[in-house]
């Protein structure tokens, strides 16, 4: 795990520079990203010298004599942790875009130094000793909290252990590395093929057909790549074509992944008690919103309560549909679920996912998504023109608020070869107030419109979109602070999916999608009734999708919950599917554990995703359901959640902005919403 090592700035730079912030432009020193066009060199030259500042600004605080002082010790500190977070952001944004193989090399290897040196900080105990010494009693609350974090982050990390048990933890961080990036490995390698013969694609969408051909032996082979095995559980009428697709799926670096994953297990624990706690899960948790394992075996109970009616509503129709072709069917195995979900969702939700996408051109909507949260976040955007990138369809842009910039951001939008290929937000700068504007970039996927082609998007991809711009907003609008080991998304792991899952609710009215999504031929906004039953039939199987996610939180915590001598995978794994879900798994889903891959990078914390989802949903209802852009919700939102960053803790952000904690009611409300009443059509429902 790497501790959380985030920025900060010299007060004495920070006044200095205090004339720049009020510019109307950027600060005139703080160039776009590829400003220079810098190749290998250059860059690792870049790179070195941020090394350098870290490591000089470290040497710093060693060498104060006499009294310490937030401004000689804290100072530099976050200047160490500034430098170090803009070097890795660039090598791993390098890694991700260059177009130049050899670029993303050297990048790679750089990614590497640049970790070694955030590892060395977060073990140096000279400058862990100088902060720990630090009297915060007068200090503003957002310093006093960073301290205590950053001293929290130091002990996790081990650096207040002697050197015999320093000298071991370092042994067992380093085979945790290497058996986390074996696990990886052992899943990306074992792709398993399945053969079948034509008759066994029929319900098969044809172009799906077109792009299987049979082989010289006659054989067709469909993989279990994503695109091969979705679309195949979704639609295939041969039962056994999705039984052996599942079967390979789920024993993918099965048995090989066992050993590993057990090796994991023994690490991480042995790690958990030299640190002084009772089990990885709890070790985990330490830093996080969750605080404790405890707290996670009792959310998955509460979500388990709270989501089983629902599943079982749900369940009913599902085998309905089943004993349509099986009439003494009583149980459906978790392989089959797929393709029910599917029969359901046309019988009964009278929608068709394509029928959106010509409402969806990429430049309408990414229009829409910035005209929206331009509107919701009370900013503006402007366009930086001829700025340099590493490739011609980046685009660079400001945030401005008040006429003033208050953040910068990168468009890094459509698939190229060699380039990253998921979408996701990554930090480019902190912003640091007075010192530094924060700056981020989205690093995305979607279909790039020519001459002849608009670029029509799924649905799910303008989703993502706003979820993703989500996410850069609330590192910049949250880049406001005094350090940069507080900017922007630095708070507890287990917070930061929750406003960008409240976002993608925006994408869901009517209201917000009709002043965007217009026909590329007709230029008719979408139909608001077509937006409710798109949103009727996606909602559906939600419940038991929320069970399915509350099992492999369930495996997760479990796996690390305890001493791993008492732990049987096997069963563990069969036993949270079986109890948690309302499907039968059958015996290869014993065996799912050794290519569940968030059981390295999350380990014990996958209760993340459905944690944030109950924050999201209880954030939704504080917003006019009428008029989503509307009231006084959205720039109190801004103020008491995005703003603070990483300067108090994300349960008092969740608090402060409900009056209170989360509780499950809105996400029980959101869970239903498959059971609306069908919409009238009628032709508009917004004003
Ligand atoms: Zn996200």
């Not at 990885?280 to 405890?294: F, Q, R, S």
């Amino acid at each position: 795990m790497m501790p959380r090592i985030r920025h900060v700035a010299a007060v004495v730079a920070a006044l200095f520079l205090i004339t720049v912030a009020v510019a109307q432009e950027m600060p005139k020193d703080q160039l776009p990203l590829w400003s220079t066009k810098p190749d290998v060199a250059a860059f690792e030259k870049m790179e070195d010298a941020r090394l350098a500042a870290a490591q000089g600004a470290v040497d710093q605080i060693v060498a104060v004599k006499g009294s310490r002082t937030i401004e000689n010790t804290l100072a530099p500190f976050d200047e160490a942790v500034r430098q170090l977070n803009a070097a890795i952001n660039f090598s791993t944004l390098m890694q991700q875009v260059h177009p130049d193989a050899n670029f993303r090399d050297h990048a790679t290897t750089m990614t590497t130094k640049v970790s070694s040196a955030q590892t060395a900080l977060s073990l140096n105990q000279d400058v862990y000793h100088a902060l720990a010494s630090l009297d915060a009693s007068k200090a503003d609350p957002a310093t006093a909290y960073y301290l205590k974090r950053q001293l929290l982050e130091f002990r996790l990390a081990g650096v207040d252990k002697d050197d015999a048990t320093r000298a071991k933890l370092k042994k067992l961080q380093d085979q945790l590395t290497d058996a986390q990036s074996m696990f990886d490995r052992n899943i990306s390698d074992d792709v398993k093929t399945v053969e079948v013969t034509a008759s066994e694609l029929d319900g098969m969408p044809q172009d799906y057909i077109d792009n299987h051909k049979p082989g010289a032996d006659g054989k067709i082979r469909i993989t279990t790549n994503y695109p091969d095995l979705f679309p195949a559980l979704d639609f295939a009428k041969s039962d056994a074509l999705r039984r052996s697709l599942w079967e390979a799926w789920t024993s993918r670096a099965y048995p090989k992944s066992r050993e590993v994953v057990m090796n994991m297990m023994q690490t991480r624990y042995e790690i958990a008690r030299l640190l002084g706690y009772a089990s990885w899960a709890d070790y985990n948790a330490a830093d996080k919103m969750m605080e404790n394992g405890a707290n996670i075996a009792k959310f998955i109970n509460q979500l388990d309560a709270a989501t089983r009616p629902v599943a079982q509503r749900e369940f009913a129709m599902l085998l309905v549909e089943k004993q349509k072709t099986d009439p003494g069917a009583k149980e459906i195995k978790g392989y089959e679920s797929f393709r029910l979900n599917e029969l359901v969702r046309r019988s009964q939700y009278n929608f068709d996912s394509q029928s959106v996408r010509p409402y969806l051109p990429y430049a309408q909507v990414k229009k829409g998504i910035m005209d929206t949260a331009a509107t919701l976040f009370h900013v503006n955007f402007r366009q930086e023109t001829n700025v340099a990138a590493w490739d011609p369809t980046v685009e660079t842009w400001d945030v401005i608020e008040d006429g003033k910039a208050i953040g910068r951001f990168y468009l890094d939008m459509h698939p190229r070869p060699g380039k990253y290929s998921h979408d996701q937000m990554s930090p480019v700068l902190d912003g640091i107030r007075g010192k530094q504007l924060p700056e981020a970039i989205l690093v995305c996927n979607f279909p790039q419109p020519t001459a002849t082609d608009p670029g029509l998007m799924n649905y799910g991809d303008a989703v993502a979109f706003f979820h993703e711009f989500g996410h850069l907003m609330h590192h910049i609008l949250g880049g406001q602070q005094e350090w940069a080991g507080i900017s922007g998304i630095s708070m507890e792991a287990d917070f930061v999916e929750a406003p960008s899952q409240m976002l993608e609710e925006w994408m869901r009215s009517p209201q917000v999608l009709a002043s965007f999504a217009h026909h590329y031929k007709t230029s008719e906004p979408i139909p608001a009734d077509l937006v409710a039953r798109m949103n009727r039939a996606s909602a559906f199987g939600a419940g038991n999708s929320v069970e399915l996610q509350n099992a492999l939180s369930a495996i997760s915590y479990d796996i690390y919950k305890e001493d791993p001598k008492k732990v049987d995978l096997d069963a563990i794994t069969f036993g949270d599917l079986r109890d948690y879900t309302l499907f039968v798994p059958i015996a290869s889903d014993a065996h799912f554990y050794a290519n569940f891959n968030h059981l390295a990078g999350y380990s014990s914390a996958y209760y993340t995703y459905m944690w944030d989802k109950v924050i999201a949903e209880d954030f939704f209802q504080q917003f006019d359901q009428k008029n989503l852009l509307a009231g006084d919700a959205p720039m109190r939102y801004r103020r008491t959640v995005l703003e603070p960053g990483g300067s108090t803790s994300a349960n008092d952000l969740v608090k402060n902005f409900l009056g209170r904690p989360q509780n499950m009611t809105a996400f029980e409300h959101w869970m239903m919403r498959e059971f609306a009443p069908a919409p009238e059509a009628k032709t508009a429902t917004g004003q």
